[in-house]
């Protein structure tokens, strides 16, 4: 369980003012010593992520905020990162400390109704104060989401408030890497090259979750570099192999060493069905052939890394780009989990796979870019479209 990425956990905010008691509700929940409790208000100052494994859901994520009530010049900073949550959170949990919400409390749970679609409203402290069912219905009812009155210190209801977290996280499910495209007894042969971008000694994360998955459907994984490609297929490989799953960075190698028959895709593709919309990643390509000089292109990262000699993501894309549009274009470069609020200067972004963060994050950016009219892509979307083999590369996901 710990050693599960966040990238595959859901993600379980907790919201509230200062002192309603969020860091002891989420110890009440895992029953564990998570989070710092105090009545000294503002001992949590900036988001602490903790995972869990939340039953039958699987791993989780949670994330205990600052309050949002918090004040001064830090406060404001802290309040930020506080909301900033919300762009990665599955299921929002938002905690009071008495009967009835007040005018802050009722706009701090719009604004999150607006990102997040789970969300719990939680009466915290219920022993300490009478709280009827008529507190509670009128609360649910103003807000159309579940109300839930408990006390982390006295473990009232927190069992009824865990199944409801159940409940609303089943309701969010995303596909499989593989899903609907492998099945048993199926051989996968994976291109993956190792050159000085890749780290020393394993493999990227987006490999290994992709070999998993094929052992997981009794399936077979065969890995092997670009240079080995057609050797491999020529005299290893008795039978061809049901799918070709590359890095994009060696799609036109690979595409020119295996039959058209045998389906090809990469595992950026992959990562953009799973964590992202891929409609709206091919629907986006046509922008590139509007390219003019001096158009500003965004390249989003998801990870926070060292960037060493050709990295795909700082020149080899801008590379290709330039040369196929022949434009002269500028380029900007965002990592972790840094996005720019105004996107309206950009005429174009191409988004990483997302492999280090969960699928709800991917979406919220895709759509506060849809919402400034810019297009979106991505990484190995975008090196299929250059190298002219972009239909083939999705054509797996129609079949």
Not at 34 to 54: F, G, M
Not at 119 to 145: E, G, H, L, R, Y
Not at 246 to 258: G, L, P
Request: hydrophobic share 40%.
């Amino acid at each position: 369980m710990n050693n599960t990425p966040k990238s595959n956990r859901k993600h379980i905010a907790v919201f509230g003012k200062r002192n309603v008691g969020k860091s002891s509700l989420i110890n009440a929940i895992t029953k564990q010593e998570i989070s710092i409790v105090s009545n000294t208000p503002e001992t949590t100052t900036d988001p602490v992520e903790k995972a869990y494994e939340l039953i039958p859901i699987g791993p989780v994520l949670f994330i205990d905020t600052a309050g949002i009530d918090d004040t001064g010049d830090l406060g404001k900073k802290r309040i930020e990162k506080t909301y900033d949550v919300l762009k990665q959170t599955d299921l929002a949990i938002f905690v009071i400390s008495q009967p009835c919400l007040d005018k802050f409390e009722e706009e701090a749970i719009s604004q999150i109704i607006q990102k997040v679609k789970n969300i719990i409203i939680v009466i915290n402290k219920c022993d300490a104060f009478d709280v009827s069912s008529d507190d509670v219905s009128n609360i649910a009812n103003q807000f159309k989401t579940p109300v839930f009155a408990v006390s982390s210190t006295k473990n009232i209801d927190i069992d009824k408030l865990i199944l409801q977290m159940v409940n609303s996280l089943q309701n969010e499910t995303e596909p499989k890497l593989l899903e609907g495209i492998i099945k048993k007894d199926d051989l996968v042969l994976l291109v993956t090259p190792i050159d000085e971008a890749a780290p020393k000694g394993r493999m990227i994360l987006p490999q290994v979750q992709t070999i998993r998955e094929i052992l997981d459907a009794d399936a077979y994984a065969l890995t092997v570099k670009e240079n080995n490609l057609e050797y491999v297929i020529n005299t290893i490989i008795k039978s061809k192999p049901s799918i070709v799953i590359t890095d994009s960075q060696v799609f036109k190698i690979v595409d020119e060493a295996i039959p058209k028959e045998i389906k090809l895709t990469s595992f950026s593709i992959l990562f953009a069905r799973q964590k992202g919309k891929l409609d709206v990643y091919i629907k986006s390509l046509k922008a590139i052939e509007n390219l003019k000089d001096g158009d500003k292109i965004l390249i989003a990262e998801l990870c926070s890394h060292h960037a060493a000699g050709e990295d795909i993501g700082r020149v080899k894309i801008p590379n290709m780009l330039k040369k196929y549009t022949g434009k002269n274009l500028q380029f900007d470069v965002v990592s972790g989990k840094d996005y720019p609020q105004n996107l309206s200067k950009y005429a174009l972004i191409i988004q990483c796979g997302g492999c280090m963060v969960n699928r709800q994050l991917i979406v919220n950016r895709i759509d506060q870019t849809a919402a400034s009219n810019v297009p979106i892509t991505n990484y190995g979307i975008i090196i299929a479209f250059m190298n002219g083999i972009v239909e083939r590369a999705v054509e797996v996901f129609s079949k």
